[in-house]
């Protein structure tokens, strides 16, 4: 009984000798001395030991800049900080940009309301169309495209 064990288990090693042999052929052909992809995570190129810098704050356009539009009926893009609140309770983008804010700010758009003047459910979360644009954003993560919309600025 022990000896069978002993067999089989001497057999087992080697089919598995065999395949580890078997598996290190290819790595054998490839050439290691071969350049390393040029590769980088979304960290950047800082290697992974050092402490990359930390990215610039967002800064946003002066007061009383609005951002061109590209195409007619576009979301305008937010030209301040986006990070107001909007909860189930407040959304305080409204506070500003409500049908009766205080402050000198563009209304918003009348699609966006029914006939109470009450946001439509669909229009609550602005962030979900507009969206901000820092002004100091790095030209290259800009993602190049050629769309160009007749009568608008490239
Ligand atoms: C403290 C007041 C205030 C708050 C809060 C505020 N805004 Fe504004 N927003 C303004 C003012 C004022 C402007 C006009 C540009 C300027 O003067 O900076 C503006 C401009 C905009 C524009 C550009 C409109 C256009 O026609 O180009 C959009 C879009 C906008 N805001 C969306 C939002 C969203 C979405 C929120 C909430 C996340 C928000 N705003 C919160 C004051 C505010
Ligand atoms: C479903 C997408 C969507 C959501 C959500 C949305 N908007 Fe808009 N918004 C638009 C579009 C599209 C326009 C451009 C309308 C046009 O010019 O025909 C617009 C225009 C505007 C304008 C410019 C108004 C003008 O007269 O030029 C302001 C200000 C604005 N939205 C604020 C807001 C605020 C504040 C919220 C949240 C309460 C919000 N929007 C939610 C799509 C959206």
């Known amino acids: 009984m022990k000896a069978r064990i002993q ?3 001497s057999a087992m090693l080697a089919a598995l000798v065999i395949t580890l042999v078997g598996c290190s052929e290819p790595a054998a052909n490839t050439n290691s001395s071969a350049a390393p992809a040029n590769i980088h995570s979304l960290r ?3 290697p992974v030991t050092e402490q990359a810098p930390a990215p610039a704050l967002a800064s946003y356009p002066g007061k ?3 951002i061109a539009r590209t195409y007619q ?3 305008p893009l937010i030209p301040h900080k986006p990070d107001y609140p909007i909860t ?3 959304n305080m983008c409204q506070n500003c940009h409500g049908l009766d804010a205080k402050i000198d700010a563009p ?3 009348y699609s ?3 006939d109470d003047s009450e946001l439509k459910g669909g229009f609550y979360f602005c962030n979900s169309c507009h969206v901000a644009q820092a002004e100091n954003v790095e ?3 800009i993602v190049g495209n050629q769309f160009h919309a007749p009568g608008y600025p490239q």
């Open 7 to 9: 067999n089989q288990l």
């Open 44 to 46: 950047g190129k800082t």
């Open 64 to 66: 009383g800049t609005m």
């Open 73 to 75: 009926h576009q979301p």
């Open 88 to 90: 189930m309770k407040r």
């Open 107 to 109: 209304s918003t758009h």
């Open 112 to 114: 966006h309301f029914a």
């Open 139 to 141: 030209s290259s993560s």
